[in-house]
């Protein structure tokens, strides 16, 4: 067994050197240079996540001259991740469209933001990638699979707030919004909210679904990959704080709908709460977010209580048949006396 893997480290490090040589023979010597950068951020080795400075040669070409070299980067990346066998590989492809995401310049996330149903190819889609080659590749298998699902999310959540979630760390101000985000939050409906809520609500969930293989973190990428997507769910920690918060202040004026949907959200958050602290240990404790959830989950419940509580159950005298009223003026008990001939309109 140690012979085959020895072999097979062997072969994969004639494969990698094999596709620089080929790339950088290329007639079209501005491709071939970040071909060749993108193949050795991706190699197959084991042992590391690309470095820093292979990172940067990748990013570097977003800021490059060409227009079509962003595209074609991000080609690049994406159909060696689309038909990369290794698991390794694939990692590291991730690993290197996450840098992206988080640091790149803005003419790159475009590009990876260019998803089919707008006429795009870079769809992450990996549910049924795996690699058999051994045991630990089939383990790695399973958090390639989480992690192409976890960037998808981070994507999409940063579409529906309308910025990227790590603008702070980019001096690029003309990706963001310039408004004070509290004020931003202030201005939009209950319905807005709630729809900006389920997208923040569903990144989490996507998180906790992590692997059960935690010891998989010892590996130095896979903790790197822990590492980048715990600095993403902080942010959108903050995030879905600044929505529950002015939900939280909004609550008696939200209907028994509106209150319901927040309670599921807040609901699916405490659910995912065990596994995000197997998962990331002591690292994000954040126990104040966890309080505010479970604050504002009290004072929702205590107001659809309320409500409930008014809703009347009227008898009409020539009919057994119960109405509900939400009438917001009547005490729970108080009866309103109803025509014999006259229906209760439900709103």
């Known amino acids: 067994m140690a012979q085959q893997k020895r072999l097979r480290n062997l072969a994969h490090k004639l494969k990698d050197k094999a596709s620089v040589i080929a790339a950088a023979l290329s007639i079209k010597r501005h491709v071939s240079s970040f071909q060749v950068h993108v193949i050795r951020a991706t190699t197959h080795a084991l042992a590391a996540p690309p470095s820093e400075s292979r990172i940067a040669a990748v990013l570097n070409v977003g800021h490059g001259p060409h227009q079509q070299l962003p595209r074609a980067c ?15 590989v ?69 579409r529906i707030l309308g910025y990227y979630l790590h603008s702070s760390s980019n001096n690029s101000v003309k990706e963001y919004p ?38 998989l973190q010892k590996n130095e990428l896979v ?34 709908g509106e209150l319901n949907e927040l309670l599921g959200y807040l609901r699916r958050l405490e659910e995912s709460k065990e596994k995000l602290v197997l998962l990331f240990v002591n690292r994000i404790k954040n126990n104040g977010f966890w309080d505010l959830v479970e604050k504002v989950k009290i004072k929702v419940l205590a107001m659809k209580e309320e409500i409930e509580g008014k809703w009347l159950t009227v008898v009409t005298s020539t009919a057994t048949e119960l109405t509900r009223s939400t009438n917001p003026f009547l005490e729970p008990g108080q009866i309103v006396p109803v025509p014999p001939s006259s229906f209760v309109t439900v709103k």
Not at 93 to 111: A, E, I, R, W
Not at 223 to 246: A, K, N, P, T
């Open 74 to 88: 991000i080609d690049a990346l994406m159909d060696r991740l689309h038909h990369t066998r290794s698991a390794t």
């Open 90 to 158: 694939a990692m590291k492809c991730l690993f290197t469209l996450h840098n992206v995401v988080v640091k790149g310049p803005f003419t790159l996330k475009d590009q990876l933001s260019y998803y089919p149903s707008y006429g795009g190819h870079n769809f992450l889609n990996l549910s049924t990638f795996r690699d058999d080659s051994d045991v630990e590749s089939v383990e790695l298998s399973s958090w390639v699979r989480w992690y192409a699902v976890v960037l998808e999310q981070c994507l999409t959540v940063s």
């Open 178 to 215: 310039t408004q004070d985000r509290k004020s931003l939050v202030f201005g939009l409906s209950n319905a807005d909210l709630l729809y900006k809520m389920e997208g923040l609500v569903q990144f989490v969930e996507q998180v906790s679904c992590v692997p059960d293989s935690l010891h």
């Open 223 to 256: 903790y790197e990959v822990v590492r980048l997507v715990g600095e993403d769910y902080r942010s959108v920690q903050r995030e879905i704080s600044l929505q529950v918060e002015e939900l939280g202040n909004r609550t008696e004026e939200m209907d028994v």
